[in-house]
């Protein structure tokens, strides 16, 4: 079982920055879409930005310009460079990766909870 363990999260001021950073436990290399989704008020957890095992790499639209995803596949470690945050980026931020294809199952972290005060 993939544990994934994000930090990195807290609260700040509007036009502040943050980076969030998740490590897993073993290899996910084989894994097809590692990502980060965020939850605000709601029950759904909508991506932010995702990785595909080709190395492409896709934000949904409030993230893109501001926000930037790396991954280090030897370190097992995705990331999350946050820019210019808004109150409307509160939420907290979840990690996953997908390994259906590979394995049959998918992994979430526990979240980090980003607070972004005007």
């Known amino acids: 079982q993939v544990q994934l363990v994000e930090s990195g999260g807290g609260p700040a001021q509007a036009g502040a920055s943050l980076r969030l950073s998740c490590v897993a436990s073993?290899?996910?290399?084989?894994?097809r879409v590692w990502a980060w989704h965020r939850q605000g008020s709601g029950t759904e957890r909508p991506l932010v930005?995702?990785?595909?095992?080709?190395?492409?790499?896709f934000y949904e639209g409030r993230a893109k310009g501001r926000f930037t995803f790396s991954r280090d596949q030897a370190k097992r470690t995705l990331s999350l460079q946050m820019n210019d945050l808004t109150p409307e980026d509160s939420a907290v931020y979840y990690c996953?990766?997908?390994?259906?294809?590979?394995?049959?199952?998918?992994?979430w972290g526990e979240g980090t909870l980003v607070a972004i005060s005007s």
């Open positions: 073993e290899d996910i290399s084989d894994c």
């Open positions: 996953h990766v997908d390994c259906t294809r590979s394995r049959g199952m998918d992994y």
């Open positions: 930005a995702w990785s595909l095992s080709d190395g492409r790499i």
